[in-house]
């Protein structure tokens, strides 16, 4: 579904524009006309600083090894700023990068904006079939790919062993269990049991999910989220702050949670693969064995958890594409991705390199691949990152007790019909 004239006016533009102007200030154009690729590759990388980042600059650095008259623009881009300073650069063409780390909902609304060059029979998109298909899914859009997969995800509970071992619990399986299991920690070691992050509606989708809820329906052009598993989805975040099983917060959720945990002042958090590396580098964790891993615990529907991820996707007004391609194919490679696992223990969307030796021995990575396989996917519409903006208000209102779990669930809907158009 295109956004109107102004959508489709744009991407006359960019095509014209292509090979005239375009990319990141510095982009100078490249040419195969010797054969030999050159110019600049500018990337937005969204990792996390202090940890991804340091290993996804260095292979792309040694990009150029392999061309040695390309150069690569290394930038790291918050990823909370991403999404609209891409959009905004995009839209002005002006200082957008030529290649974005996209993550997975992104890839649709960029692509049905115009702002991304479609990849099919570029170099871009080499040995399709060695994709896992529900990452490759995320990178079509009308009946084209507009992104390569780089990493896939999902989320698990994550929980400091030394503090479960002290309270003489096990892990929970369920959200009663999770309860149960937080009041002993407490009583036993004076520790808050889980840290619900309150600022970022992307943690609770394991809850809706377990409750049999979804954001929306995107075959029957519906919303969910209104719906008694939405309510009931709510009203189990609530509970677990109300009852003291969970601490949260309103504000800088991601540092305040991998702080509370890396130093034991909480026993558990929800969280997936991209935060092992920082995770590890906590107090509670020096002994890496300290941190467990296990399945989110299930709501009264079961156990649900997100489908994430990251594609590498080309702007369709980079002035060096030829280059660009190259280095999407590059990035994702089998070998890069066995990098990126061994070392961060990030998710491969390529299913060759899961044979890999440094891969296969990987425990992370060998918990969080069957996860991924049952990971339930968002819908690949251009307005699914646009959701979270009204969910993540009511979602914070209703932890911090603004409102109540049926009226933000109301509202969130309410604006959800506003953006999509004709949708019941």
């Known amino acids: 579904m295109r956004r109107g004239i102004a959508a489709t006016a744009l991407v006359a533009a960019l095509a014209v524009s292509a090979t005239a102007c375009g990319g990141d200030d510095g982009g100078d154009g490249g040419s195969k006309s010797s054969g030999e690729l050159s110019g600049t590759v500018t990337w937005w990388d969204t990792s996390t600083v202090g940890s991804e980042d340091k290993v996804f600059k260095k292979i792309a650095e040694d990009f150029t090894k392999l061309h040695p008259k390309v150069k690569v623009k290394y930038v790291n881009v918050p990823f909370g700023e991403a999404q609209n300073k891409f959009k905004n650069a995009a839209q002005s063409n002006s200082g957008a990068p030529d290649v974005i780390r996209s993550e997975v909902a992104w890839t649709p609304e960029f692509a049905d904006l115009g702002y991304l060059a479609p990849l099919d029979g570029t170099a871009a998109l080499k040995e399709e079939d060695d994709f896992l298909k529900q990452a490759a899914a995320s990178t079509k859009y009308d009946g084209k790919t507009y992104a390569v997969p780089q990493v896939i995800d999902s989320m698990g509970i994550f929980y400091n062993k030394k503090i479960f071992k002290e309270a003489g619990v096990e892990v929970p399986k369920t959200i009663d269990e999770l309860k149960t299991v937080s009041a002993a920690i407490k009583d036993k070691t004076g520790k808050t049991g889980l840290y619900l992050r309150g600022d970022d509606a992307y943690w609770f989708l394991s809850f809706l999910y377990g409750e049999g809820g979804d954001l929306v329906d995107a075959k029957a052009k519906s919303v969910t989220i209104d719906s008694p598993a939405g309510t009931k989805a709510m009203t189990v975040v609530k509970d677990l702050v109300d009852?003291?099983?969970?601490?949260?917060?309103?504000?800088?959720?991601?540092?305040?949670?991998?702080?509370?945990?890396?130093?034991?002042?909480?026993?558990?958090?929800?969280?997936?693969?991209?935060?092992?590396?920082?995770?590890?580098?906590?107090?509670?964790?020096?002994?890496?064995?300290?941190?467990?891993?296990?399945?989110?615990?299930?709501?009264?529907?079961?156990?649900?958890?997100?489908?994430?991820?990251?594609?590498?996707?080309?702007?369709?007004?980079?002035?060096?594409?030829?280059?660009?391609?190259?280095?999407?194919?590059?990035?994702?490679?089998?070998?890069?991705?066995?990098?990126?696992?061994?070392?961060?223990?990030?998710?491969?969307?390529?299913?060759?390199?899961?044979?890999?030796?440094?891969?296969?021995?990987?425990?992370?990575?060998?918990?969080?691949?069957?996860?991924?396989?049952?990971?339930?996917?968002?819908?690949?519409?251009?307005?699914?990152?646009?959701?979270?903006?009204?969910?993540?208000?009511?979602?914070?209102?209703?932890?911090?007790?603004?409102?109540?779990?049926?009226?933000?669930?109301?509202?969130?809907?309410?604006?959800?019909?506003?953006?999509?158009?004709?949708?019941?």
């Open 243 to 424: 009852s003291g099983a969970a601490k949260t917060d309103a504000t800088d959720g991601w540092n305040n949670m991998q702080t509370a945990f890396k130093e034991g002042e909480v026993a558990m958090m929800i969280n997936g693969p991209w935060a092992v590396a920082d995770t590890y580098a906590g107090a509670q964790f020096t002994d890496k064995a300290n941190l467990g891993i296990a399945p989110v615990p299930a709501g009264s529907a079961g156990q649900g958890a997100p489908q994430g991820g990251h594609n590498l996707a080309v702007y369709a007004g980079s002035k060096n594409l030829d280059a660009s391609y190259a280095f999407v194919d590059y990035m994702t490679n089998a070998d890069n991705q066995a990098k990126v696992a061994q070392e961060l223990s990030l998710l491969p969307t390529r299913n060759s390199v899961y044979a890999q030796p440094g891969v296969a021995s990987n425990e992370i990575v060998g918990f969080f691949r069957p996860v991924v396989d049952k990971a339930v996917e968002r819908p690949w519409i251009p307005e699914t990152g646009s959701l979270f903006a009204p969910l993540v208000t009511e979602y914070t209102k209703v932890l911090t007790g603004q409102t109540t779990p049926e009226k933000g669930v109301k509202a969130t809907a309410e604006e959800y019909r506003k953006l999509l158009k004709d949708w019941k």
